[in-house]
């Protein structure tokens, strides 16, 4: 069957705008108490009267191809409207309900317009159909985009959890980093270890990778961005616990650790750190021994 | 003329930049500071940078250069309260201002003055016996 | 990709340096990037507007705020109509510099930006184009 080259489609809408709309919140609100959700009735008016206004302007352009510009602000809109409901925590079906619901308030409306013209009737609702499909599939599309994102910021989180930034003294940070890194992990710690060299005033921060199994190009060079960082905004940066394989690659890979200063553990690069913040520990028991 | 204040403080200078600088600026301050070095016979120069959203390559080079002019006048430069967002962003861009003095604040930065001060005179001191 | 906004700016004086980094900034801020890469973006910024103005005696940089897969970002594109850079590749060196700097605007901007690009033509003048996304 080919589709009409001109639809009624926006005529139809213009015509019955507000009947249509109190159709379609009536269903939305029916849908919505038997799926169980809680939808904010203000948000749900104005974005269904948005939907309807832009509907009605696309379907005039008579492109239904919901991926050219004609289309740019109905995507906006579906892709705001999955953006709050997947944060709000809607299953994919529930999304896509938006759309798809809209469809029983258009086709009575059809139905009753085209009640003498059964081939006009066949043709609007084939055109309709189509581009409903499609604008649903695309909300779902989107809601799968925001959940990914979701996921990912999730991530992110509990890799800044993963490495906590420690006050070994007054005025010395340490950050040991523990298993593998990559250059996004890296990149994320060093940022939240100069962020607490300024939050604590710290004058020494020591990078402890003992328990680091290995290092490659990239990550050696955000290990040495960031002592070069630290250096400009004040504060020196020791790494400690370069174990003999890494520093192997660092050599192999030709990465320049030149006027970094390293220590082979956590113990001597706290007693340099202590050293150079002129503090010392003194044995006060062995002191008293000496004194008896 | 616009231009950055510079305040004296005994044998110091002190300088806080505030304002997003245009490169003429820049380069004014340059000029007043090395005017006032030689003018009030400081020992010391202090630039506190905290307020500074951004340093391109333009600024970058001006801290380093007064650094290097303060030097030649027998005087010193800290630059202090680098933001560590500017601080990753001028080495990405390649500025690790090998030369450049520098502290985490204001109070850091005056004690670390009075440390390279203490320890010229008493070189001069040695060199003297 | 979407254009979500955009706006152009002419870099004929050094205030108009000053001024690109401004709007560059409150548009990095509006489209929610994090502080790092607005501080990123800024400086590749200035770095550009300044070559344009200093090596193509002046043009204009369109700054634009798109929108791709969800994600938003800037682009800032630098054109002007000056004498054109004879060898690109020599010019994204470090270091390399021909008005006795320290030749790290280029390459420098390049590692700032997630997409770079130039195009020139001797005599006829350069286009820069970067993009930050967040
Ligand atoms: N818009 C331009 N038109 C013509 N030549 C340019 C342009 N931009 C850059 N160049 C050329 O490329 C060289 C490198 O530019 P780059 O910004 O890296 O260094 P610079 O401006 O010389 O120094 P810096 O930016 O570190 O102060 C310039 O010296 C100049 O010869
Ligand atoms: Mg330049």
């Not at chain 1, 009575?108 to 309709?128: G, M, P, Q, S, V």
């Not at chain 2, 003429?24 to 340059?30: G, I």
């Not at chain 2, 500017?86 to 985490?104: C, H, N």
């Not at chain 3, 938003?72 to 109509?81: M, N, Q, T, W, Y």
Request: aromatic share 4%.
């Amino acid at each position: 069957m080919n589709a009409p080259n001109h639809t009624g489609l926006p005529e139809i809408i213009k015509k019955h705008e507000t009947d249509l709309l109190a159709d379609w919140l009536k269903e939305q609100t029916a849908l919505a108490t038997r799926q169980q959700v809680s939808l904010k009735e203000g948000e749900l008016k104005s974005q269904c009267s948005e939907f309807l206004r832009l509907l009605r302007k696309g379907t005039q352009g008579n492109n239904p191809d919901i991926s050219t510009p004609e289309w740019a602000e109905m995507r906006e809109l579906l892709t705001s409207v999955s953006r709050s409901r997947a944060q709000q925590g809607f299953t994919p079906t529930q999304t896509a309900t938006f759309v798809f619901s809209f469809k029983k308030s258009l086709f009575i409306r059809l139905r009753k317009e085209f009640a003498n013209n059964a081939d006009a009737l066949a043709d609007e609702t084939w055109t309709a159909t189509n581009l409903l499909d499609e604008l649903g599939l695309f909300t779902t599309e989107m809601f799968q985009k925001t959940r990914e994102e979701v996921i990912l910021r999730q991530q992110q989180g509990l890799l800044e959890l993963s490495t906590p930034v420690v006050m070994l003294w007054e005025g010395i940070l340490a950050l040991p980093l523990i298993g593998i890194l990559d250059s996004a992990r890296t990149e994320l710690v060093m940022q939240s270890l100069l962020q607490k060299i300024v939050e604590t005033g710290a004058s020494v921060a020591i990078i402890d990778i003992t328990g680091v199994p290995t290092v490659d190009t990239l990550v050696a060079q955000h290990l040495l961005k960031t002592v070069t960082a630290a250096r400009l905004m004040g504060a020196d940066c020791f790494i400690s616990g370069i174990r003999p394989q890494i520093a192997q690659t660092i050599v192999h890979l030709g990465v320049n650790l030149g006027d970094i200063t390293t220590k082979a553990n956590l113990k001597d690069a706290l007693a340099l750190a202590m050293k150079q913040s002129g503090l010392t520990v003194v044995n006060t028991k062995k002191l008293k021994e000496m004194a008896a | 003329m616009e231009r950055i204040p510079i305040l004296r403080m005994g044998d110091f200078l002190l300088v806080t930049i505030q304002v997003d600088m245009h490169d003429r600026l820049a380069m004014t301050l340059q000029d007043d500071l090395t005017r006032q070095i030689v003018a009030s016979n400081s020992r010391g120069v202090l630039i506190d940078i905290s307020s500074l959203e951004m340093i391109d390559s333009f600024i970058g080079r001006m801290l380093s250069n007064i650094s290097l002019m303060s030097n030649v006048l027998a005087a010193q430069t800290v630059v202090v309260g680098m933001q560590p967002a500017v601080a990753i962003t001028l080495v990405e861009l390649g500025m690790s201002m090998p030369g450049v003095r520098t502290a985490l604040n204001v109070e850091k930065g005056m004690m670390l003055l009075r440390e390279c001060l203490d320890s010229d005179d008493s070189e001069v001191e040695d060199d003297a016996s | 990709m979407m254009l979500l906004k955009s706006e152009s700016l002419p870099i004929v004086s050094e205030q108009d340096i000053v001024r690109a980094r401004q709007v560059a900034r409150q548009w990095a801020i509006d489209l929610n990037f994090k502080l790092i890469d607005q501080t990123k973006f800024v400086t590749a910024v200035s770095e550009l507007a300044r070559n344009t103005l200093i090596y193509g005696r002046g043009g204009f940089m369109l700054l634009e705020a798109v929108e791709k897969d969800l994600r938003k970002g800037l682009r800032a594109v630098f054109e002007d109509r000056g004498p054109g850079i004879p060898d690109i590749e020599e010019a994204l060196k470090d270091g390399f510099s021909t008005g006795n700097s320290l030749g790290l605007g280029l390459p420098g901007a390049k590692r700032l930006s997630n997409e770079f690009e130039i195009i020139s033509q001797p005599g006829e003048g350069t286009r820069v184009t970067i993009a930050r996304w967040t």
